[in-house]
């Protein structure tokens, strides 16, 4: 069964802090894909990146970065020197097979100035 | 720009009642999801639609959900005899390509119903 879990269920940092959200997934799939998904106070859902399971490449785009670990089946977010903005419920989701994409139960970031 | 157009925003009902949430997709996406986010979880899959066909509805309760995907026309996520229990955001996404092994493809999701029943 797939399975995604965010241990950390709120987070606080003061601006221009280091912040990193951690995700576990479990699934069986050697093929799979994990995202990350921004749900700001409006509600809507941002996404924010997708990786396949082949590329354990690291990526940073600004002041995110992720960190894609197969061996510890972990695929964490980090953001760099955050700000207030930042501040949303953050999912990391799973997609595997012909499986609906699953969800964690999210992190919420509080960022205060 | 046309994203995934939810509506309503928010919808309120008393116990007993019916609720409508209708779901248009991004143009050119002919697949629909449909997720329920209850208080402090995170999203629950429901069902997935292809244009007249459910695909998937694995993650739908037996009784009183039910959801189509007409071939014109949003996509409706009805819930008959609504009961405190259902009162959760409820969203939908869409994609070009459906799921399977070889789709990578990226949700879109839209802003949600917010759906209260008193």
């Known amino acids: 069964a797939q399975k995604v879990t965010q241990a950390q269920t709120e987070i606080s940092v003061v601006e221009k802090e280091d912040v990193t959200l951690d995700c576990v997934y479990e699934?069986?799939?050697?093929?799979?894909?994990l995202f990350w998904y921004k749900q700001p106070p409006s509600g809507e859902l941002v996404f924010l990146i997708r990786?396949?399971?082949?590329?354990?490449q690291n990526e940073i785009s600004g002041r995110y970065s992720w960190n894609f670990q197969k061996s510890t089946s972990s695929f964490n977010f980090t953001i760099t020197a955050s700000q207030v903005v930042d501040s949303a419920v953050y999912f990391c989701a799973l997609r595997s097979g012909n499986t609906p994409l699953v969800f964690g139960k999210g992190t919420r970031l509080s960022v205060i100035a | 720009n046309a994203g995934v157009m939810q509506n309503p925003r928010h919808l309120v009902r008393r116990r007993g009642q019916e609720a409508r949430l209708r779901c248009s997709p991004m143009k050119g996406h002919s697949h629909v999801y449909w997720y329920r986010q209850l208080p402090e979880e995170g999203l629950k899959f429901m069902v997935y639609l292809q244009k007249e066909n459910i695909i998937d509805e694995s993650g739908m309760p037996k009784e009183r959900f039910s959801a189509e995907f007409p071939k014109e026309g949003p996509s409706i996520l009805r819930i008959q005899q609504v009961v405190r229990g259902d009162s959760a955001a409820y969203f939908c996404a869409s994609s070009r390509t459906g799921q399977g092994l070889l789709s990578n493809e990226k949700l879109f999701f839209g802003s949600g119903t917010q759906l209260s029943v008193l």
């Open positions: 699934t069986r799939d050697t093929t799979y894909y």
């Open positions: 990786r396949n399971s082949f590329d354990e």
